[in-house]
């Protein structure tokens, strides 16, 4: 092998090894950023769906998403019908208020696996007693790459 030969293998280990070392542990963390919401109203991202809670969570829901009236736009201005689905924990902990998920359903009627990065216009109509309310809400979502080696431990 000659000088040159080796000089280029040493050159590139020198630079794949601490990548190689950086990179791994490495984790994608989705953040997200919600706008439009009310006194004692949440909405999160978790990974391929919304979690809404529309109310205090210490009372029996009083609005009801109208998911057939309801639907998302993604940040590639893509609209997505959407389905509800009760979530377990609260029903098996019997508290009072039951927060639904929010799935989004693309063209064929089937999930969407993830919810992706940009902002995310979400198009909800409401049911209460006193009638129907149209809400529109924001969910700025981006991803954050955490390594240990680079963060240090998490807090």
């Excluded at 070392?21 to 997200?32: E, K, T, V």
């Excluded at 799935?103 to 198009?123: C, H, K, P």
């Amino acid at each position: 092998m000659s000088d040159p030969e080796r000089w280029a293998k040493m050159k590139t280990s020198a630079i794949l090894l601490p990548l190689v070392l950086i990179l791994s542990g490495c984790m994608p963390l989705q953040q997200y950023e919600i706008s439009g919401l009310h006194k004692f109203e949440h909405l999160s991202v978790d990974g391929g769906y919304f979690m809404e809670q529309l109310g205090p969570s210490d009372k029996a829901k009083e609005k009801k998403i109208i998911a057939n009236e309801s639907y998302a736009i993604s940040p590639k201005n893509k609209k997505y019908r959407i389905e509800l689905q009760p979530h377990d924990y609260d029903i098996s902990e019997k508290f009072p208020y039951i927060r639904d998920r929010i799935y989004l359903l693309n063209d064929q009627g089937s999930r969407v696996r993830s919810i992706g990065s940009g902002t995310w216009i979400l198009f909800l109509m409401l049911e209460s007693k006193d009638g129907k309310e149209a809400r529109e809400l924001k969910a700025s979502v981006w991803t954050f790459f955490y390594n240990p080696i680079i963060h240090g431990p998490p807090n």
